[in-house]
């Protein structure tokens, strides 16, 4: 693992985050992501990067992560997967995506052989044990995959960065809201 602090992600799945997929907001919250990896990367030193390869923003984050590897080759990808065939219901297209991320990832860890009611809390746990800090797209729903994954990192006192779902107005999208 590449030297430097640890960043995992969490955040909403395509049907919460309430924008067409495809459209205008989904690429303006992509382009958001990046900009805060990109910080991350440039400003505090982040080199290690963990998605659970959830549909929505952990695949827009991991997506993000080996974009930017391109730029900066020392930074890696590690995919926190749930459990084996976590991406069997999903569509044709969005299977695509989480095959192409898994193969061009430094790191593919599978929690768990198969299905379980607590997989995913499992999986978020095991990120938040191993980041510095959270890079979260949460509307603050106090219930919910993205808010256990925040609970689960305040108890753990570790600092939590949230993007705001949408932009507000014209610059505000640049601040990231620090929880600690």
């Known amino acids: 693992m590449a030297q430097g602090l640890t960043c995992c992600f969490t955040g909403h799945r395509p049907e919460k985050l309430g924008f067409q997929r495809g459209g205008a907001a989904e690429t303006a919250l992509k382009n958001r992501i990046t900009g805060a990896v990109l910080r991350l990367i440039q400003e505090r030193g982040v080199r290690h990067f963990i998605s659970g390869m959830a549909l929505g923003v952990d695949t827009y984050a991991a997506q993000s992560v080996l974009k930017l590897k391109e730029l900066f080759p020392e930074i890696t990808l590690e995919c926190a997967v749930p459990c084996r065939g976590q991406e069997s219901r999903w569509s044709k297209e969005d299977k695509a995506v989480y095959t192409d991320i898994l193969s061009r990832a430094d790191t593919v860890t599978v929690l768990q052989d198969r299905y379980t009611p607590f997989c995913m809390q499992l999986r978020d746990a095991y990120m938040v044990d191993r980041a510095d800090l959270v890079l979260a797209v949460w509307d603050g729903t106090p219930t919910g995959g993205t808010a256990y994954t925040v609970k ?18 014209k610059g505000e999208s640049e601040k990231l809201k620090v929880k600690s």
């Open 152 to 169: 689960c990192a305040e108890k753990r006192k570790k600092e939590i960065i949230v993007i705001p779902m949408e932009e507000k107005e």
